[in-house]
């Protein structure tokens, strides 16, 4: 059974960084390729990063860039988005999800080809 647990959201000051963590089981890294995504209250789930197997090439959509960064630790099989400088509109629940990957071994960025999906962890960036 493939399982995701997302964990590390919680209510960050403007300008302040969390680290949040997706921790794996049932499937390799090897195989995988792991997506982080959020969905603000009345918006439509959006990308904020993704890697492929094996920690390869990790994506992020212009809008993403500067502020977050994917890595994953294949021997705890987790992946973790570092994200620096938050501010008031990064305020959603964040989504961890694994699916196979390109042909090449590389993430998708679309969120409909994510076949298995955590439970989301909020994160409240607020003063």
């Known amino acids: 059974d493939v399982q995701l647990q997302a964990s590390g959201g919680g209510l960050v000051q403007p300008g302040g960084s969390l680290r949040l963590s997706c921790a794996a089981s049932?499937?390799?890294?090897?195989?995988?390729?792991i997506g982080w995504f959020r969905q603000a209250p009345g918006k439509e789930r959006e990308g904020v990063s993704c890697i492929g197997t094996s920690g390869r090439n990790p994506f992020y959509p212009e809008s993403m860039k500067g502020r977050f960064t994917i890595s994953s630790d294949n021997a705890k099989n987790t992946v973790y988005l570092q994200m620096d400088s938050l501010k008031p509109e990064d305020t959603a629940i964040y989504y961890c999800a694994a699916t196979p990957p390109t042909p090449i071994g590389n993430c998708w960025s679309e969120a409909f080809m994510y076949q298995n999906w955590g439970q989301g962890t909020l994160v409240t960036v607020s003063s």
């Open positions: 049932g499937f390799s890294f090897d195989d995988y390729a």
